[in-house]
């Protein structure tokens, strides 16, 4: 089982709908949850990032995360062709050899078409 | 304020060679971490060093060595070339150990 994983896509949606992306993680010790997008050729870009259970939103991006399921997933409202890109879930533990240390998604990749 | 910077952008090396790659933080990051990304999937993780000391190792072997200098950059060196470290080589920099994380844009690194 990978330790954190996510669905590959492509995901599709028309411009102007709502993007849901998810990502569920295998280590109850993770403390730390982030959204990265990265587009083609480019570094991947911290767009949200979220500590406690619920819902944190930042313009039209909503973070949800669910510790009991292990969960967390990315809300992107009013999806627009810019908005094209890989997003990477990645989790972070605390303590230990994992101290600082990001795990990262294989990455859902996102079209919005006009 | 400029961002992280990584240097050179592109590589190319031969099976067997060596490679020495850079990285420059943030202004006032103490902190720095290297992931290895191969087309197609996530960052993996390969250092991470604060206060020019090790922090975090990934899985990698022992080809794979990285030092911080005084002023907070850092060098990535990776020994004995092979065609399967062919990849995007990207630095991060943060504050502190659990600090956000910031990418560079990365050394893409290939190997023949």
């Known amino acids: 089982q990978k330790e954190v994983e996510q669905n590959s896509g492509p995901l599709s949606v028309p411009e102007g709908a709502i993007a849901s992306l998810n990502c569920t993680y295998s280590?109850?010790?993770?403390?730390?949850f982030f959204w990265y997008r990265q587009y083609s050729g480019k570094s991947p870009e911290l767009i949200m990032f979220?500590?406690?259970?619920g819902d944190k939103e930042d313009g039209r991006f909503t973070a949800q995360l669910n510790k009991a399921s292990q969960y967390v997933s990315l809300l992107i409202r009013d999806s627009q062709p810019s908005d094209s890109a890989t997003y990477l879930c990645?989790?972070?533990?605390?303590?230990?050899?994992?101290?600082?240390?990001?795990?990262f998604g294989q990455g859902t990749i996102l079209t919005v078409h006009p | 304020d400029a961002g992280v910077t990584q240097s050179p952008t592109h590589l190319i090396k031969t099976r067997g060679q060596q490679v020495t790659l850079r990285c420059s933080p943030i202004?006032?990051?103490?902190?720095v971490s290297w992931y290895q990304q191969v087309l197609g999937q996530g960052p993996q993780f390969i250092f991470q060093y604060y206060e020019k000391e090790e922090r975090g190792r990934g899985n990698f072997p022992d080809r794979f060595s990285a030092r911080q200098f005084p002023n907070y950059s850092s060098e990535l060196n990776v020994n004995a070339l092979l065609l399967g470290d062919s990849a995007l080589y990207l630095c991060?920099?943060?504050?502190?150990?659990?600090?956000?994380?910031?990418f560079g844009s990365g050394t893409q690194l290939s190997v023949l």
């Open positions: 991060a920099s943060s504050l502190a150990p659990q600090g956000l994380l910031f």
């Open positions: 280590d109850r010790g993770s403390q730390s």
């Open positions: 202004s006032g990051h103490k902190s």
């Open positions: 979220i500590y406690s259970n």
């Open positions: 990645a989790v972070a533990n605390a303590g230990g050899t994992s101290y600082g240390k990001l795990t």
